[in-house]
Nanobody
Framework: QVQVVESGGGLVQVGGSLRLSCAAS????????MGWYRQAPGTERELVAG???????YYEDSVKGRFTLSRDNAKNTVYLQMNNLKPEDTAVYYC?????????WGQGTQVTVSS
């Protein structure tokens, strides 16, 4: 079992910044991937950025150059630094942790970018 807790969302103006944190606890030895997804009302959940197996890093095209993924392996925590935020970044952001063949999700954190 892996527990996933996100934090760091909030309300920010266009062009502002936020940093999201995703902390995994429990049976973390099995974790092979961690990533951030987002879901806006009426849309499908989409992958924003993530670390995959073999150390690969993925960014969705619309966030490249604005969002930066980093991690603290000792704390089993992944961070998403979001700069130059746009209204279209408004969504609930979820952290996904892959452990063996299982997916674990956090409760989500709301990011709202106001214009």
């Amino acid at each position: 079992q892996v527990q996933v807790v996100e934090s760091g969302g909030g309300l920010v103006q266009v062009g502002g910044s936020l940093r999201l944190s995703c902390a995994a606890s429990g049976d973390t030895i099995c974790i092979s991937a961690m990533g951030w997804y987002r879901q806006a009302p009426g849309t499908e959940r989409e992958l924003v950025a993530g670390f995959g197996s073999g150390g690969r890093t993925y960014y969705e095209d619309s966030v490249k150059g604005r969002f930066t993924l980093s991690r603290d392996n000792a704390k089993n925590t992944v961070y998403l630094q979001m700069n130059n935020l746009k209204p279209e970044d408004t969504a609930v952001y979820y952290c996904r942790v892959v452990c063996y063949e299982y997916d674990y999700w956090g409760q989500g954190t709301q990011v709202t970018v106001s214009s």
